[in-house]
């Protein structure tokens, strides 16, 4: 056997038995009620600030949510934000924001939390905050918020889609413990955290689209030895 075959059977003794493991039926795996995520390392912080497109980003998806959702078509769907408008010169965007989300602390999300969070990402120095350094952002009413910048991004829909909206809990901004217990008011909630080992999140009971929520429980297992 030379050695393309010798490879292409390996690979489909590989798919084989990854069915076999999986159940062998996807009916099987759609009935499950829980997920276990194995990561290549640890998260370094629970602050939103520290979020990094390249590692990690199911961690700050399953707590936080961003202002925008990018659909995995690439194409931007409401979320946090309902509906977002580019003034005629593309120098600022305004967002109006959903209404009756609470975070899991049970502080209310509202422009001034949004204002909050967006405040302390730009000011702050992380991965990717440079991404709206010199932006400003203004509350316009209890609802909406406008993010001005100081030089064109037309990019600016990808990072709040990404890294650079996920919205703490205006009471957990600035706070040490927010580099070590997310406040969000993502689709789970972290129960409990084993650094170095696994973090087990349990569907948040008060979140507001029901419709993200695919599993009871989320675990996170941390596996660094490649």
């Known amino acids: 056997m030379n050695l393309k075959k010798r490879v292409g059977a390996v690979v489909a003794a590989a798919l084989s038995a990854s069915l076999v493991l999986a159940g062998g039926n996807s009916a099987v795996a759609a009935n499950k009620t829980d997920l276990v995520i194995a990561v290549g390392g640890d998260i370094v912080t629970w602050d939103p600030i520290g979020a990094n497109i ?20 690439g194409s931007y769907k409401p979320n946090l934000a309902t509906k977002w408008t580019w003034a005629k010169d593309n120098m600022s965007l305004s967002l ?86 997310p406040v969000g008011s993502g689709p789970y909630i972290l129960k409990t955290a084993q650094v170095g080992s696994q973090y087990v999140f349990e569907a948040n009971p008060k979140y507001w689209d029901k419709a993200k929520q695919k599993f009871k429980k989320v675990t996170f297992k941390i596996i660094a030895d490649q």
């Open 54 to 73: 390249s590692y990690f980003p199911q961690f700050y998806q399953a707590a936080y949510d961003n202002l925008i959702l990018r659909a995995p078509d």
């Open 96 to 181: 109006d924001l959903r209404k009756g989300v609470t975070f899991t602390d049970g502080a209310k999300f509202d422009a001034a939390a949004a204002k909050k969070s967006l405040d302390a990402y730009i000011a702050g120095v992380g991965p990717y905050t440079a991404k709206l350094k010199g932006a400003t952002v203004n509350v316009v009413d209890s609802d909406t918020v406008n993010i001005k910048l100081a030089t064109p991004n037309p990019a600016l829909l990808y990072w709040l889609s990404t890294t650079s909206s996920y919205v703490a809990s205006p009471n957990a901004i600035g706070t040490p413990g927010l580099k070590t217990k």
